[in-house]
């Protein structure tokens, strides 16, 4: 199994502390309240299916109910960090790695499923909807709603050397978050990504 490079695990990480640093920018609780905060949950291994079916390569995570097309040509890699958090990579036939085995070039594309038992980042998320940055925009997966946050370096060199990132967040119910977390690098990464949102089905 490949090492997790750094930049992609920040990316994933990004749903974790983020959210609760906005939350505590917002308005501290008073101090007669106490937030008990439960860990997040990631599906994990045993919840995805990868397959091939009618020369597509599928990916089912059956406890999630959701199913994707991997893009043409793409690869599958099942990756975990030490913190047990668990995600499926999709990588493109030119993606290029660095020493520190972190994404340099191609595209990639990492899927995980995050069950926030106190609904603090999906409640966070509904409410960035209705006001949205310049660098966010609502994308729909079927009936679903979510938010697609563009993560793009202000010059050039930072562009070739970081790429851009997209964040697409799915709240699927109060609890349960669909995070699509994107690395693109060298090229035009939109077809293939539109191709695989354009696949998800969820129950």
Same mark, same amino acid.
């Given at each position: 199994?490949?090492?997790?490079?750094? !930049? =992609?695990?920040?990316?994933?990480? &990004?749903?974790?502390?983020?959210?609760?640093? !906005? %939350?505590?920018?917002?308005?501290? *609780?008073?101090k007669k309240?106490?937030?008990?905060? =439960?860990?997040?949950?990631?599906?994990?291994?045993? +919840? %995805?299916?990868?397959?091939? =079916? /009618?020369?597509?390569?599928?990916?089912?995570?059956?406890?999630?109910? @959701?199913? @994707?097309?991997? *893009?043409?040509?793409?690869?599958?890699?099942?990756?975990?960090?030490? %913190?047990?958090?668990?995600?499926?990579? &999709?990588? $493109? *036939?030119?993606?290029? %790695?660095?020493?520190?085995?972190?994404?340099?070039?191609?595209c990639g594309?990492?899927?995980?499923?995050? +069950?926030?038992? +106190?609904? !603090?980042?999906? #409640?966070m998320i509904?409410?960035?909807?209705?006001?949205?940055? #310049?660098?966010?925009?609502?994308?729909? &997966?079927? $009936?679903? /709603?979510?938010?697609?946050?563009?993560?793009?370096?202000?010059?050039?060199?930072?562009?070739?050397?970081?790429?851009?990132?997209?964040?697409?967040?799915?709240?699927?119910?109060? =609890? +349960?978050?669909? $995070?699509?977390?994107?690395?693109?690098?060298?090229?035009?990464? $939109?077809? *293939?990504?539109?191709? @695989? &949102?354009?696949?998800?089905?969820?129950?």
């Amino acid at each position: 199994m490949r090492k997790v490079g750094k !930049l =992609e695990l920040a990316v994933l990480l &990004l749903l974790l502390g983020g959210g609760a640093f !906005l %939350y505590w920018a917002m308005g501290l *609780p008073d101090k007669k309240e106490t937030f008990n905060l =439960e860990p997040t949950r990631w599906s994990q291994a045993e +919840d %995805y299916e990868i397959r091939e =079916e /009618n020369g597509r390569i599928v990916v089912q995570n059956h406890r999630a109910g @959701f199913v @994707f097309a991997v *893009p043409e040509g793409w690869g599958t890699e099942k990756q975990n960090s030490t %913190y047990d958090e668990f995600w499926i990579a &999709l990588r $493109s *036939p030119d993606a290029k %790695y660095d020493q520190n085995s972190t994404l340099r070039g191609g595209c990639g594309i990492d899927v995980a499923f995050i +069950d926030h038992p +106190d609904t !603090l980042n999906v #409640d966070m998320i509904r409410g960035r909807m209705k006001d949205l940055f #310049d660098h966010q925009k609502i994308v729909k &997966l079927n $009936s679903y /709603n979510g938010i697609q946050t563009t993560d793009r370096p202000d010059t050039e060199e930072q562009r070739i050397k970081y790429g851009t990132n997209i964040i697409i967040e799915v709240p699927l119910n109060n =609890e +349960d978050i669909l $995070s699509i977390g994107t690395l693109f690098y060298q090229g035009d990464c $939109s077809t *293939p990504l539109q191709e @695989f &949102l354009s696949s998800f089905q969820i129950d």
